[in-house]
């Protein structure tokens, strides 16, 4: 299966408002009005990409799961 990837929905006037995920057609990313540089909006959606899928679509692996284990058993 290929890798999630942000997928741009609208521009206007060259700037990135709105994008999405490649495999969740549901999940809509906005940047609001068209204030600020192209490249400014392109990286806040890829922010919000990286969120969703590091919530959605990574999985742990071991050094991980050891890593989240460890910090939790430490939290006062």
Do not use: Y
């Not at 969740?24 to 540089?37: H, N, Q, R, W, Y």
């Not at 590091?54 to 284990?69: F, L």
């Amino acid at each position: 299966m290929k890798k999630p990837s942000l997928v741009i929905h609208e521009e206007i006037g060259g700037v990135p408002t709105k994008g999405g995920c490649s495999s969740c057609k549901d999940v809509l990313f906005v940047t609001g009005a068209g204030i600020g540089s192209a490249q400014e909006h392109h990286s806040k959606l890829e922010s919000l990409f990286r969120d969703h899928f590091r919530k959605v679509h990574a999985r742990e692996d071991a050094s991980q799961a050891a890593a989240r284990i460890v910090r939790v058993a430490t939290e006062d």
